[in-house]
């Protein structure tokens, strides 16, 4: 160190190296030393942040310049590989679900779940969450599928129907145990594919609970469930 | 004169990143698109490749995505959080290369600071601010904070460039850099 520095303190010194690392002229060792310390020093990082937020006007003088346009898809193809459209077979194949005991059905999810969602988003970059919907008493079975990149619920009914004047409706509830609704299911055991919403999908996690009440027709009048549940189940990852 | 597009809504990026850390391809590509022409510029000012600098670019939008769940934690502005991955990993490249560039005594032209009536993002009078504490600084002094920021420039080529020892060159930039926050606290 040279020995007229102005400010000798150790913590002088600390914010003149947070600065030399954000200038950017350290040599690449003590750049890595400098590098170490805001990854386990939180003052050290916050000097460096100081630092960041200080200087970054002077990139003004760094002329703005377009890139070339093919970029983009280089950065979305090695974020997200392309995904071949949605596979039909096993998935659309209601028999096949039926056959199958929900208790041995969610395993199954778990294990093909991944394998089906991996093909589409072949990089764990988004996480799937399934969950198994049924309830004691009740002939009501469906399973979900969320897709957290999309925020898109898939809920495919195996078993049960409302009767001819009702519906089926779908609730999400959160660790606050409130039920905020997801809409109303389609009739005829199609499948629903239900965008969420971004606030919502916000708290979409494991953990969470799907429900699914039987309701009058078009849903709850009141935006509370008022029909009893015939189906529930946790959404899990996978 | 400032074009529509000059500022770009600190709180519009904010929640484009707050929704990429939820995993929103659409706010991502949002966010490229009105972010992609300051990083690529900054990135080479500099690598001063062009090739080097696009692949550059798309390592950098690659960590945006992938860091942006720890954007919140890191309580920094939203550009000065861009631009800190941009430079960071251009510097780091440069750094890596080992040997001091080719190229510098072309460079020699460095930015004074020819003001930019388009600035993008750091707004105006940010950049009018510390233009003015650059300004206080003696001028050669200044152009080394320039060439080091927004250049790249390491000690060594520093030295070089300004024909001083380097331990002189570290001393200079050191002091510079008090000064300057010193001026921006004022």
């Known amino acids: 160190m040279p020995p007229d520095m102005t400010d000798r303190s150790d913590e002088g010194e600390d914010d003149l190296v947070a600065a030399e690392f954000v200038v950017g002229t350290l040599p690449l060792e003590e750049r890595g030393r400098a590098r170490a310390r805001i990854a386990t020093d939180p003052t050290f990082a916050a000097r460096v942040r100081e630092w960041e937020e200080r200087l970054a006007p002077m990139t003004g003088a760094a002329e703005p310049v377009p890139p070339p346009a093919h970029l983009y898809a280089g950065i979305e193809s090695s974020l997200f590989p392309a995904a071949p459209a949605a596979r039909p077979g096993l998935w659309t194949n209601i028999g096949f679900w039926r056959g199958m005991a929900l208790t041995s059905l969610l395993a199954f999810i778990i294990a093909a779940g991944t394998l089906i969602f991996y093909q589409v988003v072949p990089r764990p970059l988004s996480q799937p969450l399934v969950a198994a919907l049924d309830a004691k008493g009740s002939d009501v079975k469906l399973v979900a599928l969320y897709n957290e990149a999309k925020r898109q619920l898939v809920v495919r009914p195996l078993s049960g129907s409302p009767a001819a004047d009702r519906d089926f409706e779908l609730w999400f509830i959160g660790p606050d145990k409130k039920a905020i609704s997801l809409g109303v299911l389609p009739k005829g055991g199609k499948t629903a594919d239900i965008a969420v919403r971004p606030a919502l999908a916000a708290r979409f996690a494991g953990g969470t609970t799907l429900a699914i009440t039987d309701e009058p027709l078009g849903g709850s009048p009141t935006g509370v469930a008022t029909g009893p549940i015939v189906a529930a189940g946790e959404l899990k990852s996978i | ?186």
């Open chain 2, 1 to 186: 004169m400032a074009t529509a597009e000059a500022d770009i809504d600190e709180k519009d990026l904010d929640r484009l990143i707050a929704r990429i850390a939820l995993r929103d391809r659409v706010a991502f590509a949002r966010l490229y698109s009105l972010t992609c022409a300051k990083l690529f510029g900054i990135s080479l000012r500099i690598l001063r490749d062009r090739p080097e600098a696009e692949e550059a670019l798309q390592e950098v939008y690659v960590r945006v995505w992938l860091r942006a769940g720890q954007y919140a934690s890191s309580r920094a502005r939203p550009m000065t959080w861009l631009i800190s991955i941009a430079r960071n990993h251009a510097i780091d490249l440069v750094r890596s290369r080992g040997l001091p560039r080719a190229g510098l005594d072309e460079a020699e032209a460095i930015a004074d600071p020819a003001p930019d009536p388009e600035a993008q993002v750091a707004s105006q009078s940010e950049r009018r601010r510390i233009d003015a504490c650059l300004g206080e600084l003696e001028a050669e002094r200044a152009r080394a904070v320039r060439a080091a920021y927004v250049e790249g420039y390491s000690y060594e080529e520093l030295a070089t460039r300004f024909g001083v020892p380097l331990n002189t060159m570290r001393t200079w930039l050191r002091r510079s850099l008090l000064r300057l926050r010193e001026c921006l606290e004022r």
